[in-house]
């Protein structure tokens, strides 16, 4: 409908009715259609740039903030398995590690063990051996009473024995006035150590030697201390 059309009834005139212009913000005017910027085409795609630049630019910047949380978390995350897993392995080795230093320091204290049951037996058999000879060199008779303990295997030709003794053993003896064991007389043996004898008959030989005696007692008491320790 033209809205300048004049309408007319009953005698009534109407009038054209003119709507005031469209003002906008601070009261200025919208012009005319011709009065519309000529560059407001290129203004207007420079706005849809601008707009697009500024969100890319947003866009990148908060990518950028959420990247670096997220690889934050993602690294803090993959630190604290990775320093579990290390951790487990250096409590591993330093168990195994503590294990072999406990064993080196038991086979040292079982080393110095042993060494100190050598150094004590070694000194036990040097004082003993000196001990024997001694009441060997004091009492002779003790040669005589291991002569009588070796003699009892001869009973089926006892009539035929012959002992011998050390030298120094048998002057020992006659300076005390024996001069024969039971009947049998006392030779001498240049061969024999101190304590030492040598019996004889026609088919059989005994050898009576204390420092083999002496070593059967030293490696019975070892084993004891071995046992002990």
Known sequence: MNSAQIIKSNKISYRRHVFPPYRVGGGATLGAVDEISPNFEQEFQQGLEE?????VERGLQQGLVDGRQEGYN????????????KGAQLFKDAITQLSTVQKKVDELAKHKLVVQQELIAD??????????????TLNPKQVLNLVEEA???????????????????????????ILDLNGWALDVDDKLAVGDSYIKSSDKEIAVDTEERFQQCM???NQSMTEAS
């Open 74 to 85: 993602t690294g803090l995350m993959q630190g604290i398995t990775e320093g579990q897993i």
């Open 219 to 221: 490696e019975s008491m």
């Open 151 to 177: 003699i009892q295997v001869f009973a089926d030709d006892i009539e035929k024995v012959r002992i011998f003794l050390n030298v120094d053993d048998k002057k020992r003896l006659k300076d005390l006035g």
């Open 123 to 136: 000194l036990v058999g040097q004082v003993s051996r000196q001990v024997i000879r001694a009441e060997l």
């Open 51 to 55: 707009g697009h630049k500024e969100g």
